[in-house]
């Protein structure tokens, strides 16, 4: 499935022309049909999960904010945070200290 696809892919830039593509179909097809089916975005589901993917990424304590923010393709690690802020409604900072407090 395009979800699936998605999943499998986060380490990279997922774009819905992309992604359209390799499922033969044009993106704006794919874009009514993924909001449709999921009850989202296609961008917004892309970004939900890079920032899961990250949070594991991050609690792992073997990466830096930076080098997770390269891994899944994001262009920077200030846009990276902003997202993530977007997303969790924390920073990834606050994120790792409150999930270390525990």
Same mark, same amino acid.
């Given at each position: 499935?395009?979800? %699936?696809?998605?999943?499998?892919?986060?380490?990279?830039?997922?774009?819905?022309?992309?992604?359209? %593509?390799?499922?033969?179909?044009?993106?704006?097809?794919?874009?009514?049909?993924?909001?449709?089916?999921?009850?989202?975005?296609?961008?917004?589901?892309?970004?939900?999960?890079?920032?899961?993917?990250?949070? %594991?990424?991050?609690?792992?304590?073997?990466?830096?904010?930076?080098?997770?923010?390269?891994?899944?393709?994001?262009?920077?690690?200030?846009?990276?945070?902003?997202?993530?802020?977007?997303?969790?409604?924390?920073?990834?900072?606050?994120?790792?200290?409150?999930?270390?407090?525990?």
């Amino acid at each position: 499935t395009i979800q %699936e696809y998605i999943d499998n892919n986060l380490n990279g830039k997922v774009q819905l022309n992309e992604v359209a %593509e390799v499922f033969g179909l044009s993106a704006a097809y794919l874009s009514v049909l993924f909001k449709k089916t999921t009850e989202t975005g296609f961008s917004e589901y892309v970004y939900t999960k890079k920032i899961e993917k990250a949070k %594991e990424m991050l609690l792992s304590g073997d990466m830096k904010i930076y080098e997770v923010a390269d891994a899944l393709g994001f262009e920077s690690a200030y846009y990276f945070s902003k997202v993530f802020k977007k997303v969790d409604g924390h920073s990834p900072r606050e994120y790792i200290q409150s999930k270390s407090n525990l």
